[in-house]
């Protein structure tokens, strides 16, 4: 009996250093690992800013240059994050994040970059759940429809023409699938028009600062 139990006491033993040595090994292999994997994972998020603001609209760090905004009635979402850009030193323009929550099939996440003289340098989507074939052209890879926002600013076109075409408007809408397309422009502009208004309070705020804005756009 006692051959068996100092046996078992050996083998307990053996197992918990092999525990230990895979625990140090997952553990190195983390903090090895780990620097690479948030590099990449900042220059894919830097790449995503870049779509909506070119590279040399700006020379400070997008990803730290930031604040988180509250203002649902303007962009949709109970809290948005803003990147803010500059130029030496300078604002050069802001990148938003925004919600359509009235598309087809739900909420229509946005991704608008707009420069210091109020004028959109693109527009991204980032998720829905439109139908395939009809709402997904709003994306970059199905159609250039959403390249249509590029250079406008809210009065070109006049305010009484930010609509889709059968709106009277003059921005496309797609066939069998207008609400889409209506969504997504009603949204964009509603984010222009928050900038106008608080723009000025977004490009002086703390880095990191959380902003709150209660006020609405007029309907």
Do not use: C
């Not at 307990?12 to 690479?36: D, M, S």
């Not at 803003?82 to 598309?103: Q, T």
């Not at 998720?127 to 709003?138: C, K, M, Q």
């Not at 926002?149 to 699938?177: C, E, I, Y």
Request: net charge neutral.
């Amino acid at each position: 009996m006692r051959g068996i139990a100092h046996n078992a006491v050996h083998a307990a033993l053996r197992l918990g250093v092999v525990a230990l040595a895979a625990v140090a090994l997952l553990a190195g292999v983390h903090l090895l690992t780990r620097g690479p994997i948030a590099e990449s994972e900042r220059r894919a998020a830097l790449q995503a800013l870049e779509l909506v603001m070119p590279a040399a609209q700006y020379d400070n760090d997008l990803l730290d240059d930031r604040v988180h905004v509250q203002a649902p009635a303007w962009l949709g979402l109970p809290s948005a994050t803003v990147h803010r850009a500059r130029l030496d030193g300078r604002p050069s323009g802001l990148v938003l994040e925004a919600n359509a929550p009235d598309g087809y099939a739900g909420d229509i996440r946005l991704l608008i970059g707009v420069d210091a003289e109020g004028r959109i340098l693109g527009v991204r989507v980032t998720a829905h759940a439109e139908t395939p074939g009809l709402g997904d052209r709003i994306e970059e890879r199905r159609s250039g429809w959403i390249r249509g926002f590029d250079s406008r600013t809210l009065d070109q076109p006049p305010p009484g023409r930010w609509k889709v075409r059968r709106d009277g408007g003059d921005f496309d809408q797609f066939a069998g699938a207008t609400v889409t397309p209506r969504a997504v422009v009603k949204a964009v502009r509603k984010a222009l028009q928050f900038v106008q208004r608080h723009g000025e309070a977004i490009r002086t705020a703390e880095p990191g600062a959380t902003l709150r804005f209660d006020d609405a756009p007029a309907p």
